[in-house]
C-alpha cells in the first residue's frame, strides 16, 4: 500500500511539472509576438516630432495586431505573416521618418526580431 502511494504521488508530480512547463512555453510565445513599446522611449531616441510619434504610435498598434494575428494563425503559416507583418511595417514608417530616423528603426527593429528568434 506504501508504495502504490509513493507510486501515485511520483506520477502527479511529474504530471504537474509537466503541465507547468507546458504553461511557460505558451507564455513565452506569446511574449515573443507581443511588440509593444514604450513609446516615450521610442521617441526619445529615434528624435520625433509630436506628428510622427502619433503616426509612429497608429503604424505600430497595427504591427502589433498583425504579429499577434501571425501568433494565433497555424504554424505553417506563421512565419510568411510574420514576414508581411514586418514587411508593411518598414514600408509604412518609411513615410513617416527620415532618412536617419528611418535608418535608427530598422537597426531597433532588425535587433528586436533577432533576440526574439522571429527570423528563423
Same mark, same amino acid.
Given at each position: 500500500?506504501?508504495?502504490?502511494?509513493?507510486? %501515485?504521488?511520483? %506520477?502527479?508530480?511529474?504530471? %504537474?511539472?509537466?503541465?507547468?512547463?507546458?504553461?511557460?512555453?505558451?507564455?513565452?510565445?506569446t511574449?515573443?509576438?507581443?511588440?509593444? %513599446?514604450?513609446?516615450?522611449?521610442?521617441?526619445?531616441?529615434?528624435?520625433?516630432?509630436?506628428?510622427?510619434?502619433?503616426?509612429?504610435?497608429?503604424?505600430?498598434?497595427?504591427?502589433?495586431?498583425?504579429?499577434?494575428?501571425?501568433?494565433?494563425?497555424?504554424?505553417?503559416?506563421?512565419?510568411e505573416?510574420?514576414?508581411?507583418?514586418?514587411?508593411?511595417?518598414?514600408?509604412?514608417?518609411?513615410?513617416?521618418?527620415?532618412?536617419?530616423?528611418?535608418?535608427?528603426?530598422?537597426?531597433?527593429?532588425?535587433?528586436?526580431?533577432?533576440?526574439?528568434?522571429?527570423?528563423?
Amino acid at each position: 500500500m506504501k508504495r502504490l502511494f509513493l507510486t %501515485v504521488m511520483a %506520477v502527479l508530480s511529474m504530471a %504537474v511539472t509537466f503541465a507547468e512547463n507546458e504553461n511557460l512555453n505558451s507564455v513565452d510565445k506569446t511574449n515573443i509576438y507581443n511588440m509593444t %513599446v514604450n513609446y516615450s522611449k521610442l521617441a526619445e531616441s529615434l528624435g520625433l516630432t509630436q506628428d510622427q510619434l502619433e503616426s509612429v504610435q497608429d503604424i505600430h498598434a497595427e504591427f502589433c495586431a498583425d504579429m499577434l494575428n501571425a501568433y494565433s494563425a497555424n504554424a505553417d503559416e506563421r512565419k510568411e505573416m510574420v514576414s508581411k507583418a514586418i514587411n508593411k511595417d518598414i514600408r509604412y514608417m518609411h513615410y513617416v521618418l527620415t532618412r536617419e530616423q528611418y535608418r535608427k528603426y530598422l537597426m531597433i527593429l532588425n535587433a528586436t526580431v533577432n533576440n526574439r528568434g522571429l527570423n528563423k
